[in-house]
């Protein structure tokens, strides 16, 4: 399908690896112009020859950390207008909620919900001056059914829900979309630390365990950041301007819900 989106630009943060390079690889593979960027320089720029062989596109690294202010504004100016923007960060620490500090839930909250909310409040007025524009933020499904030692994650990016959910329908008619996408379980070095926790906790391999999670999905498998990529680039095509303010979960089926 062509996703009539060729030649539009995209910010894609926190993208050298994992679910954001799934994106940015994704929109690259659609014809888009990138801005790619992550905290290190080196995969970074790995990420943006490599992109930029494969799919024949204009892609700028910067290398900054989005949640922190100096640095995003570094990436916004690297940017400029874009047409596209796909947020995303690392996500806050699991724990127990006896344990958190009002600065542990500043932080998540900068990294989670104000982060998104900046790069909107920055890039999301010129695409309604223009008339077009498209923005996903990279949530997680701990937004429909909390994941119990993510307290700090299940409350930071409802934040952030909420903020879509209304703002998204403040802007519908401008052309501009937004909406967020629910990660479940995706092969990404943070699923793989976890993979190699539990082996160690239970004393069986990193591969057995990677089973037991598997069979708790009802794919049977992990997610690739390829596909998660792909439908990041669906909603930022020119058919998905009628999908407004939704949360678009994909995990396999493992949030088991009715709707
Ligand atoms: P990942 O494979 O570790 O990739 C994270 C990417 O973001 C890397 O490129 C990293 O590069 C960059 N990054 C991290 N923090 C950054 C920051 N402050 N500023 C700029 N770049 C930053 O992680 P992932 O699995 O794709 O996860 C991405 C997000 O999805 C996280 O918020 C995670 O909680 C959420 N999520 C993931 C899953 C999953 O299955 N993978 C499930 C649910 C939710 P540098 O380290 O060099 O900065």
């Known amino acids: 399908m062509d996703l009539k989106i060729s030649g539009k630009t995209a910010l894609v943060c926190a993208s050298s690896k994992g679910l954001g390079r799934g994106c940015a690889e994704a929109l690259a593979q ?4 990138l801005i790619v960027n992550a905290r290190t320089s080196g995969p970074l ?3 943006a ?8 596109v204009d892609v700028t690294a910067v290398a900054a950390d989005i949640v922190d202010p100096e640095g995003r504004a570094r990436v916004l100016d690297a940017a400029g207008d874009v047409d596209i923007l796909v947020t995303n960060a690392g996500g806050p620490p699991p724990g127990y909620w006896t344990d958190w500090s009002r600065d542990d839930f500043i932080d998540a909250l900068d990294a989670a919900m104000l982060t998104p909310i900046a790069l909107m409040q920055a890039l999301v007025p010129g695409m309604i001056e223009r008339g077009w524009g ?15 030692p993510l307290g700090l994650s299940n409350s930071a990016r409802a934040g952030l829900t909420g903020f879509v959910a209304g703002t998204s329908r403040q802007i519908a008619g401008k052309g501009v979309t937004i909406n967020n996408l629910l990660p479940g379980v995706h092969d990404t070095a943070p699923i793989d630390g976890m993979d190699g926790a539990m082996a160690a906790q239970k004393g069986i391999s990193r591969a057995e365990a990677r089973k037991i999670r598997a069979s708790t999905i009802p794919a049977g498998r992990y997610g690739d950041p390829g596909e998660f990529g792909k439908m990041c680039a669906f909603l930022c095509s020119q ?8 949360n678009i979960v994909v995990d396999g089926g493992e949030t088991s819900t009715t709707i």
């Open 49 to 56: 020859d490599a992109i930029r062989t494969e799919h024949g």
């Open 45 to 47: 720029d790995e990420a």
């Open 30 to 33: 659609a014809g888009c112009a």
């Open 134 to 148: 498209r923005v996903v933020n990279i949530t997680s499904r701990s937004v429909k059914a909390p994941l119990l």
């Open 239 to 246: 058919h998905a301007g009628y999908i407004v303010g939704q």
